[in-house]
């Protein structure tokens, strides 16, 4: 979510710390659970900042022979960030938590407190907004 390793590393540890310090052994889903403090901690640090940190990043080309594919991936990957970043919040949550994170629908519900069905919607919307978006922008989707 944040895009800054040092900062994830961080916010990762804290995580963790809680966990051991709060966390119940009868806790069912401890997945979500890490999830939610992890983006809490997040959301946190945003308001403490009070501003968006850059999700795009400089790439050096190297020479290797690998370097013409290496600098297309990332060239593909950063249009891919530029249209999550289109998004709003909650639906670009939504695909990172249901692509990225491995949680299920239901999960995901639980974790932003709405319906199923209403994640169901909000992430069917946003891949058909993701993929307008990047069909406008050239980006090859096959």
Known sequence: MCQEQALAEDLTQETFLKALLSL?????NMKAWLYMV???????HLKKEKARLPLD?????????????????????AQLIRAMNQLS??????????????????EIAAILHLTPGNVRV???????EL??????NDYDIS
């Open 131 to 136: 993929k307008e978006y990047l069909e406008a």
């Open 57 to 77: 990043t400089q790439t050096q080309p190297t020479d290797s022979p690998n370097a013409l594919s290496q600098l297309i991936r990332e060239e593909q990957n």
């Open 122 to 128: 909000l992430a069917l919307r946003a891949r058909r």
């Open 24 to 28: 119940s052994e009868s806790h069912t």
């Open 89 to 106: 919040w909650q639906k670009r949550e939504i695909l990172q938590l249901q692509y990225f994170g491995g949680f299920s629908q239901k």
């Open 38 to 44: 992890a983006r809490n901690l997040y959301l946190n």
